[in-house]
């Protein structure tokens, strides 16, 4: 039997029944001896109870999605199998609570009472570790595997360590065993072939935070929303000490005020938030872009409009984080696709606030912002970070006199002005000129300029018919891509993690395209209407379930897009 | 409009009450900076928006830093301000419709946290630049523009609003008293916390209310304003809301908390427990 290069395994149960923690460590202990692992969780808006579930997936190559169909489904009640048995894959396996419903004995399954099992051991908490010992014995793993991870988890310089190893050594014992009486096989997982340099497993929101706190950060308040808190918890623990300050707001309305205000005397400042939050932002960001201070906010999108959907994804935010406020702005957007680019995106943002002096966003998602990811240890000593340009002349300095960006006066040094709300003059008093209204409003859109070293992907170039994705459908949209090119579909490939203003190199190839095809999870198909606005035959390829994309889906309707498109260019 | 600023157009109505409380804000800074040698540039006046919001860009003399930003949104600006740079002197300058009406909200978390800031508030009970519509100060059954049948709603009491809310300063004031204005804003700047002055402005337009302040012996009229009594204990939060209550227009300190920590004390506090790591020690937090 050929080994797999792959494991997908779904946790599925109640909120506080421990499905994230298994299924994080599961991608913990894989990652350990040299796998790579993603995981994908999706829960209800409240603390305790609801369906949950995590899924992980285990690989010998790089993981780019959170997998379509499932080798292992480990169900702790019938509502879980319920709702997910038919995601089980031809050849798959279930694992169940026998303690809580029954299995007839002739589906692939594997029942055993999870609590019962575990708290043989005299552990009250081991009931994950029989789980995890029965699916490491499913896809023929040494018992070191786990066994090597338990013993690094709990040791932790206490006295009662030993104990607690003890007795999830045996939970993982009383799993494998019970793994052993069953007659069908998975089929061996491959062995790891280890990364080359170091490792960090992490989050996307934690991924933003040390972006945040490598490019500088030294200004952050937000409100709590869901997905974006964990920056917030993070910036609260971490960015402390002098010249420093994290702080929770009594509103998003407040936070961005604040961060602008922290701007304006000289701090690096961020805000993270979601959807609502954003709205509630829409007249701060639009001061930032007028006044001209440096501010980057951080936008995990959830699924919307409204309160929407708080715990699923989306990428429904483009269009308002494109213009988020009244009147005439276009505010800078990086969008990153996978967990390693929400560190170097947000590092990205901060260098662009201070280079162009405004409000930068970061457009996150709740299925990177959520997901546990392994990535190339960022180099954090190696990182460009940029600082705006400050004045440090005379008094009497005109801000706004140039036609482009200038250098900025900071409270408590020279060149006292007023950064000004209201259209101004060019010590930023306020005026109703319209020559003036001219300057300033071209003076403000030419800083765009600046940002347009944005880089971008390329594969078969060449080719009639490309797919560009964007954000978090970046990952089931590359293995779409890479499976149709094996199938020998001719397909370009593009992608940027820089939305607005887009690599200036990058449209003029996308202009030339027979049809540009966008994977986006919204109804309006809101990134090809961008583009067809800048002159590329761009479409979209939407979804709107609060899911992220199947690869299966995707191959199918990008066939469907490129047969279409094949027809219409013989007619023509 | 001036040598300085010539593209700028706006003014004040004659005889607004700003010009008196741009009068004593002019002198409080300068002399702050005197007493404490201090650059004007060390200053930073926060506006809001209305008639009020344009003193920043009516200061005459050695100019402070301004921001003149959007509606009700003073207080989390100057929380930005404050907390980015506490060694910047923080002056917030908003109406009644501002600061009260469409900048509530921002009240009560300011006076929690005792932003040590500085408030002057212009209230002359009318949104003076859209042309007379009611306020939060307005009294009930006034015809304004907006309410044409009387308003509808009860006016609130600033003085007794913000003592309930925490701020840990409150006095009051009238714009023709420049002297003893200049005097509540230096000791505003000067405490430690969240200190508003409220002033009573009048819009000699909509609302001229000088003479009902002021009193007239002649045709009888009864000054609103009046002194606060010397018996008065400004560190008494009971008797200062007591006093807030008396119908009028008091004139000096209301409250002074003189045990007031301001949330930048608090902080250099928590900062000595906690354990600082760099980004490099963080990132390695995450190694597999």
């Known amino acids: 039997m050929e080994k797999k290069q792959n494991f997908i395994v779904r946790f599925a149960g109640e909120g506080g029944q421990g499905v994230v923690t298994a299924a994080e460590a599961l991608a913990q202990a894989a990652a350990q001896v040299g796998y790579h692992v993603m995981t994908f969780s999706t829960f209800p808006s409240q603390i305790l109870g609801g369906p949950t579930w995590t899924q992980t997936r285990v690989s010998t190559r790089p993981v780019l999605s959170s997998g379509d169909e499932l080798d292992v489904l480990v169900a702790f009640n019938r509502e879980a199998y319920d709702a997910h048995s038919p995601d089980v894959g031809a050849g798959g396996v279930i694992i169940y609570d026998s303690a809580s419903f029954q299995l007839d004995d002739d589906s692939q399954s594997l029942g055993m009472p999870f609590d019962e099992l575990g708290r043989s051991t005299g552990n009250l908490r081991a009931a994950n570790m029989v789980v995890l010992g029965a699916l490491a014995k499913l896809i023929d793993w040494p018992g070191s595997y786990m066994d090597d991870f338990v013993t690094d988890r709990f040791t932790r310089g206490r006295a009662e360590d030993e104990e607690i190893i003890k007795s999830n050594h045996q939970a993982l014992g009383l799993g494998r065993d019970e793994a052993v009486k069953i007659t069908f096989k998975l089929g061996e997982l491959s062995d790891p072939i280890p990364c080359e340099g170091e490792q960090i497993l992490i989050r996307g929101n934690d991924a933003v935070s040390m972006g945040a706190l490598t490019a500088g950060v030294e200004f952050y308040v937000g409100y709590p929303i869901s997905p974006a808190t964990p920056i917030l918890v993070s910036m609260e623990r971490n960015l402390v000490g002098p010249g420093k300050f994290a702080y929770q707001a009594s509103s998003e309305i407040e936070s961005i005020a604040a961060i602008l205000g922290a701007g304006f005397a000289g701090k690096k400042s961020m805000t993270a938030t979601s959807g609502p939050g954003l709205s509630l932002m829409s007249e701060g960001i639009g001061l930032g872009w007028m006044a001209e201070i440096p501010a980057v906010i951080v936008n995990v999108q959830r699924g919307g409009p409204a309160t929407g959907l708080p715990t699923k994804t989306e990428q429904s935010d483009l269009l308002m984080a494109l213009t988020p406020a009244h009147g005439d702005c276009r505010i800078p957007i990086i969008a990153p696709g996978t967990v390693a680019e929400c560190f170097e995106g947000t590092v990205k943002a901060f260098n662009w606030a201070e280079r162009y002096q405004g409000p930068v966003i970061l457009l996150s998602e709740m299925m990177l912002a959520e997901r546990a990811q392994n990535i190339p240890r960022p180099d954090v000593e190696g990182t460009v970070v940029e600082n705006r340009t400050v004045y440090r002349g005379e008094n009497g300095y005109r801000r706004f006199e140039a036609a482009e960006v200038s250098p900025m006066p900071i409270p408590g040094g020279p060149g006292a002005y007023v950064a000004n709300a209201s259209e101004h003059d060019s010590i930023g008093d306020t005026t109703h000129l319209p020559q003036r209204h001219i300057l300033m409003t071209e003076r403000r859109f030419s800083k765009l300029k600046l940002l347009e070293d944005g880089t971008y992907e390329s594969d078969n170039a060449d080719q009639r018919v490309a797919i560009m994705p964007w954000g978090g459908s970046k990952g089931p949209a590359r293995e779409a891509y890479d499976q149709l090119v094996d199938e020998g579909e001719k397909l370009a490939w593009f992608y940027t993690i820089f939305l607005h203003p887009l690599p200036p190199a990058l449209l003029e190839e996308l202009r030339s395209k027979d049809l540009v095809i966008v994977p986006e999870l919204n109804f309006q198909g809101q990134f090809s209407s961008i583009l067809r606005m800048d002159g590329v035959k761009a479409e979209s390829i939407t979804q709107y379930t609060g899911l992220p994309f199947k690869v299966s889906d995707l191959m199918k309707r990008v066939r469907e897009h490129i047969s279409v498109a094949a027809k219409e260019s013989v007619t023509a | ?288």
């Not at chain 2, 002019?26 to 930073?44: D, F, G, K, S, T």
């Not at chain 2, 506006?47 to 005459?60: D, F, P, R």
Request: net charge negative; aromatic share 6%.
């Open chain 2, 1 to 288: 409009m001036s040598k300085r600023n010539p593209e700028y157009d706006f003014e004040w109505c004659p005889g607004c009450g700003d010009f008196g409380v741009r009068r004593a804000l002019e002198n409080a800074v300068q002399a702050r900076m005197i007493e404490a040698e201090l650059p004007m540039e060390n200053n930073v006046v926060v506006a809001g928006i209305g008639c009020s919001g344009n003193m920043v860009h009516l200061l005459e003399g050695p100019q402070p830093f301004g921001f003149h930003g959007v509606h009700g949104r003073t207080l989390p600006i100057a929380l930005g301000v404050k907390m980015a740079r506490p060694e910047l002197n923080v002056i917030v300058v908003a109406g009644d419709g501002d600061f009260l009406s469409i900048g509530g909200e921002h009240i009560g978390p300011a006076a929690q946290r005792n932003l040590d800031i500085c408030v002057v508030i212009m209230d002359n009970a009318v949104y003076g630049l859209t042309k007379g519509q009611s306020s939060p100060t307005t009294e009930l059954g006034v015809v304004t523009s907006s309410t044409p049948f009387g308003k509808m709603e009860g006016k609130v009491n600033p003085l007794e609003l913000y003592l309930t809310l925490g701020a840990s300063f409150v006095a009051s004031s009238y714009s023709s008293k420049v002297k003893d204005l200049t005097v509540l804003i230096k000791q505003g700047m000067n405490h430690s916390g969240f200190a508003i002055v409220h002033v009573q402005s009048p819009c000699t337009t909509y609302n001229d209310t000088h003479e009902a302040i002021r009193g007239n012996p002649k045709k009888q009229i009864t000054p609103l304003a009046y002194d606060v009594p010397e018996a008065h204990d400004t560190s008494d939060l009971s008797a200062a809301k007591e006093l807030a209550r008396i119908p009028g227009v008091p004139l000096g300190v209301i409250y002074q908390d003189p045990e007031s920590v301001s949330i930048n004390q608090r902080i250099a506090e928590l900062e000595a427990r906690a354990e600082v790591k760099s980004p490099a020690e963080l990132v390695d937090t995450y190694k597999i």
